[in-house]
């Protein structure tokens, strides 16, 4: 019962570096995530997908990208990695689009980029 | 429009004593919503919900939330603090009906002290 699962836990890159965030769930969920969260600010969406292949972007998208080629799978791809970036990163999912229902987090990527 | 307020960044309770934390929102129509909770290094975890009906949601925890329409709030209550209730809590709110995106307030942090 692993429900979303984000690899890797932390992650430091250099300026300029790329890399992806992946993230999974098992729970057959058709809505996916991607927020971030900086010290009291909260959580700012990024991109979020309601199936496979469906994506849209977030309150602040400028600088990653996403795919959603299965419905267990959003990666989240950071091309020119900037020190603004260094972020807590999580994961979300939902069973579907009707507004009561909860989300469900993962447990974070821990970015710092320098 | 949405938009949650969580007007305390930190609340400090004795461990035994009542505690509130607060949240106000903003939509244009019927409210969803939720609370949830964060332990350090952890992703967020769904305590509770209001959709519609009783004022009064009870869920994990102990915890409790009263929903008031015309104050517009959503405070979150437990009669008697743990320490390890220690932990930063969010309120969301989503439009009953309308988009599946919800709003996050900028967290509360809860502290209990022995």
């Known amino acids: 019962n692993a429900g979303v699962t984000q690899t890797p836990k932390f992650r430091i890159l250099k300026i300029g570096q790329s890399m992806t965030l992946q993230c999974a769930q098992d729970?057959?969920?058709?809505?996916m995530y991607w927020y971030r969260q900086d010290p009291g600010m909260g959580l700012k969406l990024i991109y979020y997908s309601v199936g496979a292949g469906i994506t849209d972007k977030g309150e602040v998208p400028n600088g990653y990208n996403v795919s959603r080629s299965t419905t267990e799978d959003f990666p989240l791809r950071l091309e020119l990695a900037a020190p603004s970036q260094t972020s807590v990163y999580f994961c979300a999912s939902s069973y579907d689009g009707a507004s009561n229902q909860p989300q469900h987090f993962g447990d974070g990527t821990r970015l710092s980029i320098l | 429009a949405q938009s949650v307020a969580q007007p305390e960044d930190q609340v400090n309770v004795a461990e035994g004593n009542p505690l509130t934390v607060k949240c106000t929102y903003s939509v244009s129509g019927n409210p969803y919503l939720f609370w949830y909770v964060q332990y350090p290094n952890r992703g967020l975890q769904f305590l509770l919900k209001y959709i519609t009906g009783d004022n009064l949601v009870k869920g994990s925890y102990g915890f409790e939330a009263e929903f008031n329409k015309s104050q517009t709030s959503f405070h979150l209550k437990k009669p008697s603090a743990l320490v390890s209730d220690s932990a930063l809590y969010f309120c969301a709110v989503r439009l009953s009906g309308g988009s599946y995106i919800p709003t996050f307030g900028r967290g509360t942090s809860l502290i209990v002290h022995p």
């Open positions: 729970m057959n969920h058709n809505y």
